[in-house]
């Protein structure tokens, strides 16, 4: 069926600038609605993507957004409205029946197998590598598809053995090896560095420039601003608004994305009067070495005071989440010693730390900080059902911990009828939101959070600030792990820079400028310390 | 993924109830259209098998006397699943108890002297309660290298529990037809006969199906208020969060397997001292399988195990009411594959909704 729509989009929306008439959008959306059970997910999308734009979507956390990219890309149907593609209306069966369409999507949690090698990962599914191939055949294919995308890989390495940002650019190659012309990438740069953001916007203009269209999800306004033609923003399921990228201000844009004029950003705290008595975390000649026998923490010794947040920033795989992993009592140093408060904790269990109140922010929270197929109650209670109300020694009170549930809810500023539901069915941002609110208060002494603001909305990473900041000045102590220099400079009151599993430098506030931090965790540089 | 609609996250009872009402009564017109078949009356052999399995006396014993086992081996096979494992091997677990529970009765030998005497009844609780301990220890012990095997080195427990199972059969083979073989009355791949007997309930039902009803319902109970069970869920749900929430996910593991080997030990040993008195190669009779079917029509609820080993008994008892009219014994195993397909497809279709409106 032809329907001829091609100028009937929405007049509301501009078309991207200098884009000629007459020309049908690659993909439209026509009055798109999904519902779950209580929740309004999309309702009335209208919304066009043109060949050779960077389209970005921009909404808080539950506006919709994965949810209508799910819907373009086969995974779920929508309740009503319909999409159309190269003036052609469709309905998709199945993610299958997308990437035939030519739409593909890059994922947050990526969808490879470990096990196999790069160059095995691309041939996946491609019609033009089926039957029996050599060794020799594959590899040069691989090379190929990388080179053709502009990357670089080592092709026999296997996906297990990569970093995330390396996973995230084998999977980019394998979604355009497959011939997608529309790329949907959901928070690419949540887990990337900031010389791979670049790597990946020139991985991005390259495809547009060939005339690929590309849907953008992201928190960041500045990427947004950097990147894409053009803007639309969702709220509570809805399209706001539709904008040149560039005819509006970051401050509007926000404005429009919550409903209202934004709040200040924080100011930076103020310095507390120093108490040379304050319980620590000290670490003293502490190691660690990985399954493969490759030393992750060089030896570091340093004490961390409650009343402070303690920054680690540095390049991705550097060594700060296994440190952070020691600090929390989730691995084990192989040589030196943990105190906590003046109490020798090396070698004790979990449980030992959550008792001394270190609530725990994992980098990873689908793998590692939620069990995503049990309910928000069995998440809530995940680090406290040992101890009443939730739990004792042998017991677990299904009643206490839902009540639990609830409180940690509301904390997290989430909207969720139901504790018992799945929390799989929560936005990524307010999964986030329940980890935090739950570890915080667990942190009765320390805070060690990695990447905390991973998923949030800028809102909802406003208030993360400001609840760090607090937790400080009611004298815990935060450390946090972060690749963002700007938040660590903004809130720390020292920074350790950490490279090649080396604690290079820490440095105080005041001490540390950007350029020092950036050539400290590039490995250059020397600190104070 | 199927294309009209989504899968429910949350599947209410009803749903669920309604599915399989449905499933079971395409099972019943399927199988009442193979009688028609064998050029039978359906309706002729429905009452048949109605009034011979609910009407009579000895049906329902019967019944009760199929569920013993049934009820066990479906624990154990439940317990397994609440930490996502699967214990394929309740069949050898299962004779295993038996064969340690055999051991136990066969080298007592009640003395005919001390019959009736309070002596004597001394004795037989006492063979019947180290019977029992007997069999819990072997059936933990027949999955222990399985569970040793899952908990710390990662090998699927599926296998080797699998695996397990034939080693126990030929052992019992040898055991019946060597050592232990009957030269009394000469029966074929039998032990002799073992005078210590679980006393009686109701008529010919021993107090094994009490025991076991006892046991699904202390499950139950454990399941509602432990902390085990939440741990075990989070073990089965994903094992990284839970080593995160500081719970020893090997330990777990190790420790479920072994509770889930020893209870179906204990269905062996209830088997041989309370059914057949006796260790025959073909004692497990596919206990051990037909558990794994319970313990999937039970789903999250022990409980409701219950009545998922109730339903496997009707099935076995109607399946010796077709032998009396000339219908092959392996009509009941397409039967009951028929059924766990039905049922399969049933939950299946109950957590599809077309919209994903609905819940
Ligand atoms: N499978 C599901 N079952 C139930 N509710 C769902 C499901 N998927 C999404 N939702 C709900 O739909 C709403 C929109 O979620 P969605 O994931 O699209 O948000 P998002 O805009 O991607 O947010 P975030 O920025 O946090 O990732 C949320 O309220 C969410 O709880
Ligand atoms: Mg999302």
């Known amino acids: ?529 | 993924m199927r294309g009209e609609g989504r899968q429910m996250a949350v599947i209410s009872f009803r749903r669920i109830v309604i599915a399989r009402m449905i499933a079971i009564g395409i099972v019943f017109l399927l199988v009442a259209a193979g009688i028609y078949g064998l050029g039978l009356d359906p309706g002729m052999v429905g009452r048949l098998v109605v009034t011979s399995t609910f009407g009579t006396r000895f049906g329902l014993e019967n019944l009760a006397l199929y569920m013993t086992p049934l009820l066990l081996t479906g624990a154990a096979v439940w317990l397994a699943l609440r930490a996502g494992l699967w214990n394929i091997g309740a069949e050898g677990q299962f004779l295993a108890g038996a064969s340690a529970a055999a051991a136990i009765g066969l080298s007592g030998g009640a003395n005919p002297a001390l019959a009736g005497s309070p002596a004597a009844f001394m004795s037989s609780s006492l063979t019947l309660v180290l019977a029992m301990t007997a069999s819990f220890l072997a059936g933990a012990l027949w999955s222990a290298l399985p569970a040793a095997g899952r908990a710390w080195l990662g090998v699927s427990e599926i296998i080797t529990t699998l695996l397990m199972n034939f080693i126990a059969l030929y052992m019992v083979y040898a055991l019946v037809t060597g050592p232990w073989a009957d030269k009394v009355t000469g029966a074929q791949m039998s032990s002799a006969r073992i005078e210590v007997v679980l006393p009686a309930f109701a008529g010919a039902v021993h107090c094994g199906w009490p025991i076991a009803l006892l046991a699904v319902a202390m499950l139950a109970l454990l399941f509602r208020r432990s902390r085990f069970s939440y741990c075990l869920a989070l073990c089965g749900s994903n094992p990284e969060a839970a080593r995160y929430a500081g719970i020893d996910v090997g330990r777990h593991v190790f420790v479920t397997l072994l509770l889930s080997g020893g209870i179906a030990g204990i269905g062996g040993m209830i088997e041989v001292f309370g059914t057949v008195h006796r260790l025959q190669g073909g004692l497990a009779n596919g206990y051990g399988y037909l558990g794994i079917v319970v313990a999937l029509l039970a789903r999250k609820s022990a409980l409701a195990l219950v009545p998922a080993a109730l339903l496997m008994a009707i099935i076995l008892n109607a399946g010796i009411v077709l032998q009396t009219v000339q219908v092959s014994a392996s009509a009941v195993l397409a039967m009951t594959g028929l059924l766990v397909f039905a049922i399969a497809v049933a939950d299946d279709y109950a957590a599809w909704s077309r919209s994903g409106r609905a819940s």
């Open chain 1, 1 to 529: 069926m032809y329907r001829a729509l091609s100028e009937s989009v929405s007049p509301a929306q501009p078309r991207p600038a200098g884009y000629p008439h007459g020309v049908p959008p690659l993909l439209a959306l026509e009055g798109v609605s999904k519902y779950f059970p209580g929740v309004v997910a999309n309702e009335n999308v209208s919304l066009a993507f043109y060949p050779g734009e960077i389209h970005a979507l921009l909404g808080e956390n539950g506006a919709g957004k994965s949810t209508l990219m799910n819907i373009v890309t086969g995974l779920y149907r929508p309740d009503r409205g319909e999409l159309v593609l190269d003036g052609y209306g469709v309905s998709f069966d199945g993610p299958d029946a997308a990437i035939a369409a030519g739409i593909g999507m890059v994922h947050q949690h990526f969808k490879l197998v470990p096990r196999f090698t790069i160059a095995e990962n691309l041939a996946l599914g491609r019609r033009d590598m089926r039957g029996i191939l050599s060794r020799r055949k594959l590899v040069a294919f691989a090379r190929r598809e990388a080179e053709k995308y502009g990357f670089a890989f080592d092709v026999e390495a296997r996906v297990e053995t990569l970093s995330a940002p390396e996973q995230q650019r084998v999977e980019i190659v394998r979604v355009l090896g497959r011939g997608a012309r529309l790329l949907i990438l959901d928070e690419p740069t949540a887990v990337l560095g900031p010389s791979e953001v670049s790597e990946l916007y020139a991985a991005l203009r390259r495809f547009r420039a060939d005339g690929g269209a590309v849907i953008l999800i992201s928190h960041k306004l500045e990427e947004i601003m950097a990147l894409a033609d053009r803007v639309t923003v969702l709220r509570r399921g809805r399209v706001v608004a539709t904008h040149l990228a560039g005819s509006l201000s970051p401050q509007a844009l926000v404005a429009e994305m919550i409903g209202h004029a934004p709040v200040e950003a924080l100011p930076a705290p103020e310095p507390l009067a120093v108490d040379p008595d304050r319980e620590t975390i000290s670490l003293r000649d502490v190691t660690m070495r990985d399954e493969s026998g490759r030393l992750r923490v060089h030896p570091v010794s340093c004490d961390i005071f409650r009343g402070e947040i303690f920054g680690i920033g540095g390049v991705t795989g550097n060594g700060q989440v296994a440190l952070a992993e020691m600090l929390a009592g989730l691995r084990h140093p192989d040589t030196g010693r943990i105190l906590v408060a003046g109490q020798d904790m090396t070698g004790r269990p979990v449980a030992a730390f959550v008792e001394m109140g270190i609530g725990y922010v994992p980098q990873d929270r689908l793998r590692q900080a939620l069990a995503p197929a049990l309910g928000a109650t069995e998440n809530a209670a995940l680090r406290v059902f040992r101890t009443p109300p939730v739990g004792g020694r042998f017991l677990w009170n299904e009643d206490a911990a839902t009540r639990y549930a609830r409180l940690l809810i509301d904390e997290a500023g989430i909207a969720l009828a139901d504790p018992s539901r799945p929390v799989r069915g929560l936005s990524g941002g307010n999964q986030q939101r329940l980890v935090l609110a739950r570890e915080s208060r667990i942190a009765s002494r320390f805070l060690v959070a990695c990447y905390p603001g991973r998923g949030l909305d800028l809102g909802a990473m406003e208030t993360m600030r400001s609840a760090l900041v607090a937790l400080r000045n009611t004298g815990r102590g935060v450390v946090l792990v972060s690749e963002d220099l700007d938040e660590l400079l903004a809130l720390s009151d020292r920074i350790a820079v950490m490279s090649g599993g080396q604690v290079k430098a820490i440095l105080g506030r005041g001490e540390a400028t950007r350029e020092d931090i950036g050539a400290l965790m590039s490995g250059h540089g020397s600190g104070s310390r």
